[in-house]
């Protein structure tokens, strides 16, 4: 059955957060360990197939987790707030 449109957007909204947050890092790294080849196609293609990948990866303790972590920084906000008149 194919993927429709809508099912597919879904699915890059799911990380785009994550995506946006690593994949700096991630190419500057890449580069470092494996400088450029003029001329070639797979390495490059590979790396970015990689870097998503980690990327979606990653999302599953961070954006998948968001409900949790609203609560342990909901629960941090209201120690701090008792603890400080500055909150």
Not at 6 to 22: E, H, V
Not at 49 to 55: G, K, N, P, Q
Request: glycine share 4%.
């Amino acid at each position: 059955r194919p993927i429709s449109d809508r099912a597919f957007g879904s699915a890059l909204a799911g990380f785009s957060f994550t995506l946006y947050l690593f994949h700096r890092p991630m190419t500057q790294f890449v580069g470092a360990i494996a400088p450029s080849s003029q001329g070639q196609v797979l390495l490059p293609v590979a790396a970015t197939l990689f870097i998503v990948l980690a990327c979606w990866l990653m999302s599953f303790a961070t954006e998948k987790q968001l409900p949790a972590w609203r609560r342990v920084v909901s629960r941090l906000m209201l120690v701090l707030k008792k603890e400080s008149k500055f909150l």
